[in-house]
């Protein structure tokens, strides 16, 4: 049980570190491709990602109860998907329960769902970019040229990020539920 709480917190901070390292380059190199000033460039690119990585934190968390939120409707429910997430209820006892073999929760992602949550990463993006940026320069010019470019960039990179982790969570969950059945 603690093996498994310490695996799924590194697996949480290494998807956080990865955003906040992709998110720092493209930062910097968008800064500097509007500004023209390394200084500047470094300025906006170390402080800003700093604020998105904290805001990505929550909009990843917020999303996460959005897209499991059905199944977290009891508190029944919520102790028993806990219980099998930690390997402490069989298959049989799940099946007992809820009539379906295994305690799969994830909800199918649609298309809407994933442009939804893209759309709501990229308003959140903007409103820090430009706050950020402004506290930066005082030059609401160079503020709104940041907070439109530079979301606009780093949602497509946060898409693909995003597929990455889900692509490589879901391996993660195959490769548990054949050990469990193993």
């Known amino acids: 049980m603690v093996r498994l709480l310490i695996s799924t917190a590194r697996q949480l901070a290494l998807k956080i570190a990865s955003y906040g390292v992709m998110h720092l380059v493209v930062a910097i190199l968008?800064?500097?491709?509007?500004?023209?000033?390394?200084?500047?460039?470094?300025?906006?690119?170390?402080?800003?990602?700093?604020?998105?990585?904290?805001?990505?934190?929550?909009?990843?968390?917020?999303?996460?109860?959005?897209e499991r939120r059905r199944m977290l409707s009891g508190l029944?429910?919520?102790s028993?998907?806990?219980?099998?997430?930690?390997?402490?209820?069989?298959?049989?006892?799940?099946?007992?329960?809820?009539g379906h073999h295994g305690h799969s929760h994830a909800l199918p992602r649609s298309l809407k769902q994933v442009a939804l949550k893209t759309v709501t990463y990229g308003v959140?993006?903007?409103?820090?970019?430009?706050?950020?940026?402004?506290?930066?320069?005082?030059?609401?010019?160079?503020?709104?040229?940041?907070?439109?470019?530079?979301?606009?960039?780093?949602?497509?990179?946060?898409?693909?990020?995003?597929?990455?982790w889900s692509r490589i969570e879901a391996r993660r969950e195959r490769r548990r539920s054949a050990l469990a059945e193993a």
Do not use: C, K, N
């Not at 509007?34 to 906006?44: E, K, M």
């Not at 604020?51 to 917020?62: E, G, L, P």
């Open 76 to 78: 029944e429910e919520a």
């Open 124 to 164: 959140m993006h903007f409103a820090v970019a430009v706050l950020v940026a402004f506290a930066l320069t005082r030059d609401i010019r160079t503020a709104l040229a940041i907070g439109i470019i530079e979301p606009l960039v780093q949602t497509v990179f946060f898409t693909a990020h995003d597929r990455i």
């Open 30 to 66: 968008v800064a500097f491709a509007i500004t023209g000033d390394w200084r500047l460039a470094l300025a906006v690119g170390l402080v800003e990602p700093f604020f998105q990585t904290i805001a990505y934190s929550v909009h990843d968390r917020v999303w996460h109860r959005i």
């Open 80 to 98: 028993e998907a806990f219980t099998a997430r930690l390997d402490l209820m069989s298959p049989e006892e799940q099946s007992r329960a809820h």
